[in-house]
């Protein structure tokens, strides 16, 4: 008898990204209407059109930037994917999602639209760093340290020499660093609440 449950199980441990890379294909094939509809696009969400803060993060520049993008999610994954559940997992990716939106809007009105997971993914990225420090493994002080070095970096000299390039048009730094405050503010939340519960259960 063929047993089937470790691939259902091996399948929904990684329904997160999995999901993601999905929308992104389906969004990558809808072309160019696709981007129109849901596109962070400044006017737009200010007349109402919310759905675009969330969506924007499917829409790519083209193929090259979303296969960029879909590798970084897959090693973020491999990295940290079992240090916090799915259902934590899920909030730290609304919460990176809609920080890099609302962060756009409201602290950087020159940008008038965004496309991409980049900002997302280092949301995701500092709360696995952060997650995987508390659970001991100190030798990701060093990817932390690379991440505050990445986001000065691209603050102060814009960004890294060939992503332009590489993803086929300019990059905005700037959701990189409000994802990456939006899933570093989430995590410490999701930590701060597990030990409240934590210390109540032991009275």
Avoid at 78 to 83: D, S, V
Avoid at 180 to 192: E, H, K, P, W
Wanted: aromatic fraction near 10%; charge should be positive; glycine fraction near 10%.
């Amino acid at each position: 008898m063929i047993n089937t449950f470790p691939v259902w199980s091996r399948l929904r441990r990684h329904a997160l990204p999995l999901s993601f890379a999905l929308m992104a294909l389906i969004a990558a094939v809808g072309g160019t209407h696709a981007d129109e509809w849901l596109r962070y696009e400044r006017s737009p969400i200010l007349n109402g059109e919310i759905w675009r803060l969330f969506s924007a993060h499917f829409v790519h520049l083209g193929w090259s930037h979303l296969l960029m993008n879909l590798a970084a999610l897959a090693l973020i994954w491999m990295l940290f994917g079992r240090m916090l559940s799915l259902s934590t997992w899920v909030v730290i990716s609304l919460a990176s999602m809609l920080g890099v939106g609302l962060g756009l809007l409201l602290f950087s009105p020159s940008i008038g639209w965004y496309v991409g997971l980049s900002g997302m993914l280092h949301g995701l990225f500092a709360a696995g760093v952060m997650a995987s420090l508390r659970a001991g493994n100190r030798l990701e002080i060093m990817l932390l340290l690379l991440l505050l070095g990445k986001l000065m970096w691209e603050q102060i000299h814009g960004p890294l020499p060939g992503t332009a390039e590489f993803a086929g048009g300019a990059v905005v730094t700037d959701a990189h660093l409000y994802g990456a405050v939006s899933g570093f503010v989430a995590v410490l939340v999701y930590m701060f609440a597990k030990g409240i519960r934590t210390c109540s259960r032991s009275r």
